[in-house]
């Protein structure tokens, strides 16, 4: 194994454009520095405590801090609940004392490096007010107490400042960074004095897009009618699909200048200028400066709609999976759906199907590697679906998957459904494109899904089993009751191979209503557990199968299958009277066990039906009866 840094990341939404951009950059700097990449990281945007937060959170109490050699934060997409991004910074504080970074906000204990978003946006918005002549121009920028929202609306209030145009109040809105809030814009300008300005600068490409949705709506037609721009080009990515002009926040080169700084290639001067100012202007068709393209051409591509039929098949496919085997095999199969990655590891709990909430221990001392497959275009290895591999949780992987010559990026993500914690999926990348795409967020969910729907089948299974032994148990003893010998004996005897023999013994207390109206039921039911322990502590010698039976209130079955000579059969009539003998003489009662005992061995042939048997041994077991009461004249006060 090649001794290497590693560098954990901690991060939102890893398939968000944001993110991929920042993700890919530190893979492949990385790289250039022979490290390794660990990304932690949850699949939701936004929480509200719900159980399905609750979840997604707990990936984090996988990250083993003692692993790492410098942790990069990403708190802006840390967006579960208010303050869930200083909990996590809060935490590595306390258990990290490596090199602890933070992109894009400052965080106390952390080196910063982040985009000038406020220039990126003076940039946009000199290009309306320079070259397209515009002087009403309208900012959306994101939650009002949101630093990027009040970076980015600077940068509106410096442009419109340096062209020496008055800001209307009443023209900025505050939004969520997100595709919900154009229509509500659109529609207050609309309703506003002023009317619909020449242009609606936007803090984000994502609402740009919802506010030319939103102008499309009522018939508003962009360009020609109104410009809209964006900002950080998370839609515009390129000249084959860009449509919304933007500027490209310096996301990738902060990656890159904070893998530079823990690799140590970080000059004093570097760091002490942690704002990246360089934007990078993309001319596109919303503001009729790029390539005219047809709007109706942004809208879902019918593709999708292929995919997700894909992926409900995929659905069907693992649900009905009768075992966890059954389960993991359908997942291999569809793991190409889960996009280009070098290889998989789908790590479970032991006890993941007895997994029940939030208050549980997720990752126990050993976790099971119960799927290791390589990507989907590579050869499929034998071996890769056992269930008796087990590593150390501390690890958080097999020590063999990091015994490369060349680094990777590992992702890991959490395996649950709401709150129950089945354990978690990694990914990974040993080339540049080490991010996977956007579709697998949705793929771990139908894996989740079926991993819940398995738990709940076990679940109802085990209650099952539960009801049908309770239907065939007697309570008091845990033997078989009445129910129990009825089902079970046509079984035995239909199981029975060639040549071998059925014992049958039945047992009697004599006494036992003389007991319970002298001592009370208490005491009988005393006699009664004492005669069952004895019956099951008691076998008989040549026996390969046996059972044990309460089938009335006093009358005790031993079934034995196997084969019996007379000198067993006596061994064991005589060990459960020397047993209850023993009891007997422990003075420790007033009342005695007395046992009467009748047994035979029948071969199957001889079987007519279980009456038949029952009749042959109760007149065997009455003989004895009267006999034990001849003997011991059934005194049950006890001679002191």
Known sequence: MKNRKTIGVIVGRPDEPFQTKFLRSVGREAFKYDMDVLVFSNMLRTGGYTDYQLGEERIMELVNYDMLDAVILVPDSLQMHPGYAQEIAGQIRQRFNGVRVSIDLWEEGFEMFACDDAAGVREVVSHLIEVHGCTDIAFLTGPKEHPHSGNRLLG????????????????????????????????????????????????????????????????????????????????SEGEEEGFITSAVRGIALAAAKAVRYIAGAVDAGERANPLLKKSDLRLFQSCSCGRRFRFGSVLPDKREDTFFALYNFMQECLIMAKDLVDCLWEIDGYALHAGEFDRMYLCLSPDWEKRDGQEQEVFTDRMMLALDTV?????????????????????????????????????????????????????????????????????????????????????????????????VTDAMTGL???????????????????????????????????????????????IICLSSRVLMKTSVGGAVREYNFRVGGDEYVKLAVGHFSEEKVKECVSSIRTQAQRINDSRERVYPLYLAIGCQVYKKEEIISIDQVMTEVDALMYQDKQRLKKDSGFNPLRKE
């Open 480 to 526: 078989y009751n009445r129910n129990g010998y009825n089902i079970l004996f046509p079984e035995i005897l239909e199981g029975m191979e060639e040549g071998e023999e059925l014992f049958f013994m039945l047992c009697d207390n004599n006494g036992l209503k003389y007991i319970n109206d002298t001592y009370g039921h208490l005491a009988g039911d005393d």
């Open 156 to 235: 509106y209030r410096q442009a419109m400042a340096q062209a020496g145009l008055s800001v209307d109040e009443e023209r900025i809105f505050y939004g969520d960074f997100w595709y919900d809030e154009g229509e509500r814009v659109v529609e207050e300008l609309l309703a506003s004095e002023r009317g619909l300005p020449q242009a609606i600068a936007c803090g984000s490409d994502t609402m740009a897009v919802s506010v030319c949705y939103a102008l499309q709506k009522w018939k508003i037609r962009v360009p020609e009618d109104v410009l809209v721009t964006g900002y950080d080009c998370e839609v």
């Open 375 to 471: 990507g989907p275009f590579e050869k499929k290895e034998e071996g890769r679906l056992r269930l008796d591999r087990f590593f150390d949780s501390k690890i958080m992987l097999p020590a063999y998957c990091m015994e490369r010559e060349k680094p990777a990026m590992f992702y890991f993500n959490m395996l649950h459904f709401g709150s129950h914690c089945f354990g978690y999926i990694v990914l990974q990348y040993n080339g540049d494109e080490c991010v996977f795409g956007k579709h697998y967020p949705f793929w771990v969910r139908k894996v989740n899904v079926a991993l819940e729907s398995l738990r709940r089948v076990y679940a109802v299974n085990d209650l099952y089993k539960a009801a049908q032994h309770k239907a």
